[in-house]
Nanobody, 119 residues
């Protein structure tokens, strides 16, 4: 079993920045990693993912503002979020080892961290 622990959420004003981190209890070296979010009353949404080779894919809604990165030595993946908007408010989840990205099926999910963008 793998545990994923997300940190870095909180309250931030519109236009501000946050960096989320996700630490895995086992090696992420050969794993694709992802970030999802779910706002109240909405479906869970794929925000970004990064392959084991470092290739990235970012949702159109956050492109140019959010960046996903990884540090294999620390078994950690990051989500740098800039120019935050109120509509970015959601619980953000870290994921590991996709079974099907298209179907949003991942082997492991974190517990989530709340991000609230509000003045």
């Amino acid at each position: 079993q793998v545990q994923l622990v997300e940190l870095g959420g909180g309250l931030v004003q519109p236009g501000g920045s946050l960096r989320l981190s996700c630490a895995a209890s086992r090696s992420i070296y050969s794993s694709s990693m992802g970030w999802y979010r779910q706002a109240p009353g909405k479906q869970r949404e794929l925000v970004a993912y990064i392959t084991s080779g470092g290739g990235t894919n970012v949702a159109d809604s956050v492109k140019g503002r959010f960046t996903i990165s990884r540090d294999n030595a620390k078994n950690t993946v990051y989500l740098q979020m800039n120019s935050l908007k109120p509509e970015d408010t959601a619980v953000y989840y870290c994921t590991k080892d996709p079974l099907s990205v298209i179907d949003h099926l991942w082997r492991y999910w974190g517990q989530g961290t709340q991000v609230t963008v509000s003045s």
